[in-house]
């Protein structure tokens, strides 16, 4: 089926530091997610964004997080600086349609931050 | 505001036992819903979903779910788990207007006792 492709699938970084978290989403899909997942629990929702725009975004969003989508390239979540607390596995997601779509997922990147 | 509720953490059960995990939902208007499955280290993928009609929908494995509106649940049931079915499960709940944003419930851990 349908892939969303993540790099790195780890990454290990000091706090202060900033990381960009690389999403390859499905061809055709237009629409794009990120979720943070602590302890294998709660996927919480991060951000949404279409048509190079920021839809949506919940208050774990901070001011640190951005996310873009250059020329179609990989949607990238950013954080700078990075905090203890942003150790948490990330997962992109990808849909095509707007309200009927399924979200495909990808396997998560894991951050921690030291 | 829209959320969902799963409100068992943890389900133990017997292989071939029948199960059913809760999931009720909070959202103004009509939802779509889905159950997703996340297995160790692997992102999520979509167990079945409801848009309308039939309030009984199948999905892979043998799991079905139903959903019934006048008690905001859409809980997943299964005749007879198997080991492999040990994995956590996530209920979610999307719009139906507009560009769709997708919430999950905490997760309910299931364990498969061979």
């Known amino acids: 089926g349908p892939k969303v492709l993540q790099i790195p699938s780890h990454q290990i970084i000091d706090m202060g530091q900033m990381v960009t978290l690389n999403c390859d989403p499905v061809?055709?899909?237009?629409?794009f997610y990120w979720y943070k997942q602590i302890l294998g629990q709660q996927m919480e929702f991060l951000v949404n964004f279409y048509n190079g725009k920021v839809m949506e975004k919940s208050k774990l969003f901070k001011d640190q997080f951005s996310v873009e989508r250059p020329d179609g390239s990989y949607f990238t979540l950013k954080i700078q600086p990075t905090a203890l607390e942003d150790s948490a596995v990330y997962f992109c997601?990808?849909?095509?349609?707007?309200?009927?779509?399924?979200?495909?997922f990808g396997e998560g990147s894991k951050l921690t931050v030291l | 505001a829209q959320s969902v509720t799963q409100p068992d953490a943890r389900v133990t059960v017997s292989e071939g036992a029948s199960l059913q995990l809760r999931c009720k939902y909070s959202?103004?208007?009509?939802?779509?819903l889905f159950w997703y499955v996340q297995y160790p280290r692997q992102g999520l993928q979509l167990l079945l979903k409801y848009y309308s009609g039939d309030p009984v929908v199948q999905g892979v494995n043998g799991f079905e779910a139903e959903f019934i509106k006048s008690n905001s649940s859409f809980h997943l049931r299964k005749a007879s788990v198997h080991w492999s079915d040990s994995a956590v499960y996530f209920c979610a709940v999307s719009s139906n207007t507009g560009y769709q944003n997708f919430y999950f419930g905490k997760g309910t851990s299931l364990t498969v006792i061979p």
């Open positions: 997601a990808s849909t095509f349609w707007g309200t009927t779509g399924q979200l495909y």
């Open positions: 959202y103004s208007g009509t939802p779509y």
């Open positions: 061809s055709n899909h237009l629409y």
